[in-house]
């Protein structure tokens, strides 16, 4: 039976590419209808596109093992931004206003306007998280209805290369896949796996990957900063293979020996650690190697909590991906940091039905896939397949000419002159126009009212005037009667 509403999502992770494809009812919990995934060490490295043939073809791939899975066309996707290339910058926009001048939504818009329009030397601006506004003096959340004579407006711009932007965009182009809303990856990660008390207390969201780690840091319900490193769980392999071994053999040996931190009364200076059935390393190089490269990733990760939040995150370090597995990461985190509050994210907040077992197995490393599928609120759902149809279909398009899509149409990410449009652009305009439909139907409204009241005077004018005519009329009626009564008295009298 062929699914007619689901949401599918694509993550482009450095190690692998995830589409998955679920329902999602209204109080937020998950149903997963299929997962699929494909590697991706050949063409994405540490989270962005650098060969753009085959992330098209990986990208085509997920694509049809979906279409399969589900027995049902795909019309668009949901796509997660991430990787070494994203970074937060702060922007302050001020205005100064005349005197007891109170602010308005309109005045806030503007503001943030201003801010969109900031242009970055090969940068893109993904989002933009407000931080607040200054007021006077005073610091506000929502300034709205205050009077004063200078406002500023306080954002967090999120950053993306240009060039890798666009390469992502091609890659989908390529595959002919239409883009329904393109997310920032770290974003959707926070809201599924955060509580609303972390968020609120402030904490560190710290997502351990394969090539990066993601560093997203909340205060009062408000993204603080975003910083992705160049570091991560293959970094740690690799050292382990400067042992003179393949890398798939030091990825074995991370999985059976490694330990984020170990005491140093438990190393035995006799043990030794089996490499193959010819060669072996000591316990304690192999603690060194390992905790040498945790350590360097820890110590960069705080190193990004900007120092004004020093002390002001009550609550604490939320570790998740696959490098949030290792064997006493929390210990590690708590060595390094001082913090002793630090929770391993599993899964998501929402509940998830699946029978996918790298999900049921909370190991975190589908967390930013469900992220994306929870941030969805279009159905990507198309026509039921035909079996006539060449699901193989190298072009990636239906055989059948008569396949209908349904769902609401994906947003294009190149408008008509070939320009690439960003997220935070596309918003932009989507804002804009509705600002411009509200415009038109208030002038609609307006023109109506005008209408109406011009009718209702023209209305009492003809009543009155009508009531004159119908008295005159009435008089002379009576008038004639009286004359014609007289005429027929006359004759009867002759």
């Known amino acids: 039976m062929a699914a007619k509403e689901f949401i599918v999502a694509i993550e482009l992770g450095s190690s692998k590419i995830t589409g998955i494809a679920g329902k999602k009812s209204m109080d937020g919990n998950l149903q997963v209808l299929a997962v699929v995934r494909e590697d991706a060490t050949s063409c994405i490295r540490k989270g962005v596109v650098y060969n753009i043939d085959k992330t098209s073809i990986c990208l085509t791939n997920i694509i049809k093992k979906l279409k399969t899975l ?3 066309e795909i019309s668009q996707v949901y796509v997660g931004v991430g990787g070494q290339s994203i970074r937060s910058v702060r922007n302050v926009i001020p205005k100064n206003l005349p005197d007891d001048t109170i602010i308005t939504q309109d005045l806030i818009n503007e ?22 506004y200054k007021v006077g003096t005073q610091y506000q959340i929502d300034p709205v209805g205050i009077q004063c004579s200078k406002i500023e407006g306080n954002f967090l711009n999120i950053l993306y290369r240009k060039s890798f932007y666009r390469n992502l965009n091609k890659c989908f182009e390529n595959a002919n896949i239409s883009i329904a809303e393109m997310y920032l990856a770290p974003i959707a990660l926070a809201h599924s796996v955060l509580t609303e008390t972390e968020k609120r207390s402030g904490c560190i969201l710290v997502d351990l990957g394969a090539d990066t780690t993601t560093v997203s840091v909340y205060y009062k319900n408000i993204l603080r900063h975003l910083a992705v490193i160049p570091l991560g769980g293959n970094n740690i392999t690799k050292d382990i293979a400067s042992l003179q071994m393949e890398d798939s053999t030091a990825e074995q040996m991370k999985l059976d020996y490694a330990v984020a931190y170990t005491d140093y009364n438990d190393i035995d200076s006799q043990k030794t650690l089996p490499i193959d059935n010819e060669r072996s390393v000591d316990q304690q190089t192999f603690v060194d190697i390992v905790e040498a490269r945790v350590n360097e990733i820890i110590t960069n990760a705080w190193e990004q909590v900007p120092q004004e939040y020093s002390g002001k995150l009550t609550g604490g370090i939320i570790l998740t991906g696959g490098g949030s597995n290792l064997k006493e990461i929390k210990k590690a985190f708590a060595n390094i940091t001082g913090s002793q509050k630090i929770r391993i994210a599993g899964t998501v907040t929402q509940n998830v039905t699946s029978t996918d077992k790298e999900i049921n197995d909370r190991k975190g490393t589908m967390n930013t896939a469900l992220g994306l599928l929870a941030k969805g609120d279009i159905n990507c759902a198309g026509s039921a397949i035909n079996p006539k149809v060449d699901l193989f279909d190298v072009t990636g398009n239906t055989t059948d000419p008569n396949a209908d899509i349904t769902g609401r149409q994906g947003r294009t990410s190149v408008d008509k002159e070939g320009k690439v449009i960003g997220p935070a652009e596309l918003e932009e305009r989507r804002r804009k126009i509705e600002q411009q439909r509200e415009k038109e139907e208030a002038e609609r409204a307006e023109r109506e009212r005008i209408e109406r009241e011009r009718q209702e005077q023209e209305r009492a004018a003809a009543a009155k005037k009508g009531g004159f005519f119908t008295r005159t009329f009435g008089q002379l009626k009576e008038f004639g009667k009286k004359l014609i009564s007289e005429e027929s008295e006359e004759d009867e009298t002759k």
Not at 111 to 132: C, K
């Open 70 to 72: 589900l027995k049902s």
């Open 111 to 132: 503001l943030m306007d201003n801010n969109r329009s900031m242009v970055y030397p090969d940068q893109e601006i993904l989002d933009a998280a407000t931080q607040e």
